[in-house]
């Protein structure tokens, strides 16, 4: 009788838009709603930025492998790189959890350790929350807020053509060390008397349990006068963020295979497991990478920045959004990161 | 070996208390944190407030009887209400949900439906949030925020002895809500033949399913000029709450049963299930309702508003907190609200 459209016709971020298309604002004061890192609310000139993300035991992390100090750590920083991704810097947060009796308040203190430890960190006050109890497993959420000059924000939307693409640090690690995670627990439940085998894997296990936020890279913007033409940051995976910062920007983009940067233990880990490491580093997500587009004259000033990476440049819609191979050959890129849908 | 403390053992807020306590706070713009009804963030002279909340399937609600409109509404009705209870207007909302493949995008339409049939009434955007599947049902978690002068702002710190303890609306209603369509539940699950028997009752399903935010008080004390000393919205129940307005203002209260505002419906449902109007109306929680203290001076000013009841007066701590009945009898208020830990 009803019609019935499933979620994963539309996909996150059409399922997004779906449900909010129809939506006008009341408030002179919001300046940017749903669509990018962050809202953007005016005040008196400055801007406040807000953010909220959402983490689900069994979907966003498994605690079967993810110390509760480090999800604490790991729940802030992904909030604070969207504000970063927005240019903009992390004043407040709040943070929110349900949990089950089964966690002890020993537990719940491992867990706020970590948060504390990213809040200090990164200098930001944890200003509220909410404890409430779960039959469901952990539920975290968190809003992050934070503030910036209006005339410094920097949206997905303003990339200009011939923008160089640039990355901020390596990408596919937080893939990689989710792959290895994933294959010990399968041992581990196979056989319980093995020991899990993480030698000489800190790296990829620690972009996946207790990433980093790039302040250091919105930090040097500031110092050096640098303003990116469009950033966001790399949580689902450096192809999907492409892709977007071209749908927004209504550009196409050209990405070099070769100058994707990839870490020596994440290439070292894609060979073990079988892996290609560019795909890694494109589908892999949780890298908390930043990507922002630069104009072209502004390259002189992050060239000695061995921290980020030009990886291409942004063209004419019609160009289309190609990944050039090493062998010389040209693909479409294609968001294959993570869906939160399954879709 | 490691120490095991239950969560049970301190109570919501016991629990909150111990995992904030050792934090400090850097951002000279961080005026409140943890501890009332919203955070205050300060943004030259204004005020921003930010107040979340997370509300997860099985616990806040069950989607047997709410119909999902009814829920985006009142997802975002609890949280105005708690930017109302700092005397701040909510100007922006995040909404996150976390959803299973058993919702249709149909189902969630009516769901968002609610969400800015909310945002419509109570003039706030909806400015940003995360959708994600979930394999644990139904979770949501929204953030509001919201502005205020900064003499403007009532937290729960600073009633005064003498002042007048008042409550808008009338209370127990939800809890009533609550209580038949457990009982409907019950019956129902019994013998799936039976329609359930709603006949007369709307107003206290309606309490349940389709609160309102107290908007209008607010709005009526800036058009007379009045402040409260001190004020939190009614949602684990008036008991607990005049508790902590207690608590946090060091004072010690008077209330007096036969100055409880119970509506001729919830009285009647309450005979209907042989419970205590007065308990339903004390521990009953869900009616987001304001209760306020008022200097004394300032009685003529509301008494004509037919939406607010004084019912006690705040004390010197030492006189403790005390119920005083129509019988004539003294009793120590204590909070038996909703305890989100079954504490």
Redo the contacts between chains.
């Keep these: 009788m009803?019609?019935?459209?499933?979620?994963?016709?539309?996909g996150?971020f059409g399922?997004?838009e779906?449900?909010?298309k129809?939506?006008e604002?009341?408030?002179a004061?919001?300046i940017?709603?749903?669509g990018d890192d962050?809202?953007?609310?005016d005040?008196?000139?400055?801007q406040?930025v807000?953010?909220?993300?959402?983490l689900?035991?069994?979907?966003?992390f498994d605690l079967m492998y993810t110390p509760l100090k480090h999800l604490g750590y790991k729940s802030v920083i992904v909030n604070l790189s969207d504000v970063y991704a927005m240019n903009a810097m992390p004043?407040?947060i709040?943070m929110?959890?349900?949990?089950s009796?089964r966690?002890?308040?020993?537990a719940?203190?491992e867990f706020?350790e970590g948060v504390?430890l990213a809040?200090e960190k990164y200098?930001?006050?944890?200003?509220?929350?909410?404890?409430?109890?779960?039959?469901?497993?952990l539920?975290i959420?968190v809003?992050a807020?934070g503030?910036a000059e209006a005339d410094k924000l920097v949206k997905r939307s303003t990339a200009q053509k011939g923008d160089l693409i640039c990355v901020s640090g390596d990408l596919g690690g937080a893939f990689l060390g989710l792959t290895l995670m994933e294959r010990e627990k399968k041992i581990y439940l196979e056989n319980p008397q093995i020991q899990p085998d993480l030698e000489n894997e800190d790296y990829i296990v620690g972009r996946l349990l207790r990433p980093e936020a790039r302040r250091d890279i919105i930090d040097f913007f500031a110092q050096q006068g640098i303003m990116p033409t469009a950033m966001m940051d790399v949580s689902d995976g450096l192809s999907s963020e492409a892709l977007h910062l071209c749908t927004q920007s209504q550009l196409g983009c050209r990405i070099y295979e070769e100058k994707l940067p990839v870490s020596e233990q994440s290439k070292a880990a894609a060979f073990k497991f079988g892996l290609d490491p560019t795909v890694c580093a494109l589908n892999g997500g949780e890298d908390y990478e930043l990507i922002f587009t630069l104009k072209q004259e502004d390259h002189e000033k992050i060239v000695l920045n061995e921290e980020i990476s030009v990886i291409g440049y942004m063209t004419d819609a019609e160009e289309g959004r190609k990944l050039l191979t090493r062998g010389g050959n040209s693909f479409d890129l294609s968001a294959q990161g993570w869906n939160?849908?399954?879709g």
Tied chains: 1, 2.
């Excluded at 009803?2 to 539309?10: C, G, V, Y």
């Excluded at 689900?56 to 966003?60: F, K, L, M, P």
């Excluded at 929110?96 to 949990?99: C, H, K, L, R, V």
């Excluded at 966690?103 to 020993?106: A, G, I, K, L, N």
């Design positions: 009803s019609q019935r459209t499933e979620i994963a016709e539309l996150e399922l997004i779906h449900l909010t129809n939506f604002t009341h408030h004061s919001t940017l709603g749903v962050a809202a953007v609310i005040h008196f000139g400055k406040t807000v953010t909220t993300d959402l689900i035991e069994g979907i966003h004043t407040q709040t929110s959890i349900g949990i009796n966690f002890s308040v020993e719940l203190d706020y504390f809040c200098g930001v006050d944890l200003v509220g929350g909410d404890t409430s109890s779960s039959n469901k497993g539920i959420s809003t807020i503030e939160a849908f399954g």
